[in-house]
């Protein structure tokens, strides 16, 4: 079945620890792929995107995170996270400028 | 930079009411998604628009309409009212082409009573 995974429901990292939060998919192509993340009771922010190219994509917030195809991964890093860094993410894909399918969010909480 | 408007931002209704929901796309962007998020959940898929036809539908009950209007916002109209759609809505707008990325407003928290 087609599906967007986060195997992590929740995640618990130090301040100025590194971070990964993994995400595999399970299309028959490959589709456009997208972290965002929320802070309670917000909206949702883009933090970086995958089309085509280079693997490893840059985003805001000192983020980014690696395409692999061998794996349909997508997984987001951060190599020093910070408090305000705390707050769901999500991993989600799309094919061209259709819905959004979501994966069920990682909780990320930052201990001092 | 403009974002995507939502509004109003919180609603309270009682069970069977109507409510309306709006959404004001980014200045330029041609096609609007509605989202909805329950509490604890990730945001599923109900409908979209791209000049302002339709474009797919997901998982949204028939007591839900929608519309994109001349000037390309759109509304989310939620009729006979349910505990169950106490949620957050969420509006996300993007520009026609290829490789576009969706912009999400704010979201619109939904309360039935």
């Known amino acids: 079945a087609q599906s967007v995974t986060q195997p992590d429901i929740h995640i618990t990292v130090s301040e100025g620890a590194s971070l990964e939060l993994r995400c595999n998919y399970s299309?028959?192509?490959?589709?456009?792929l997208f972290w965002y993340v929320q802070s309670p009771g917000q909206g949702l922010q883009l933090l970086l995107k995958?089309?085509?190219?280079?693997?490893l994509v840059q985003g805001i917030k000192g983020f980014e995170a690696e395409f692999k195809r061998s794996q349909s991964s997508f997984n987001l890093r951060k190599p020093s996270v910070h408090w305000s860094d705390a707050a769901e993410y999500f991993c989600?894909?799309?094919?061209?400028?259709?819905?959004?399918?979501f994966g069920t969010g990682t909780r990320l909480t930052i201990i001092p | 930079a403009a974002g995507v408007i939502q509004s109003p931002r919180h609603l309270i209704k009682e069970k069977r009411e109507t409510a309306t929901l709006k959404c004001y796309p980014i200045?330029?962007?041609?096609?609007v998604y509605w989202y909805q998020q329950g509490p604890g959940q990730d945001p599923q898929f109900l409908i979209s628009?791209?000049?302002?036809?339709?474009?797919d539908k997901g998982s949204i009950p028939d007591r839900f309409s929608a519309q994109q209007f001349s000037d390309y916002h759109s509304e989310l109209n939620m009729s006979s009212l349910e505990l169950g759609d106490s949620a957050l809505y969420f509006c996300?707008?993007?520009?026609?082409?290829?490789?576009?990325?969706?912009?999400f407003g704010p979201g619109t928290r939904l309360l039935v009573l």
């Open positions: 628009f791209y000049e302002k036809m339709q474009s």
């Open positions: 996300a707008s993007s520009a026609m082409g290829l490789r576009e990325t969706q912009y």
């Open positions: 299309y028959g192509a490959t589709p456009y």
């Open positions: 989600a894909v799309a094919f061209g400028n259709e819905k959004l399918t």
């Open positions: 995958y089309f085509s190219g280079d693997t």
């Open positions: 200045p330029r962007h041609d096609t």
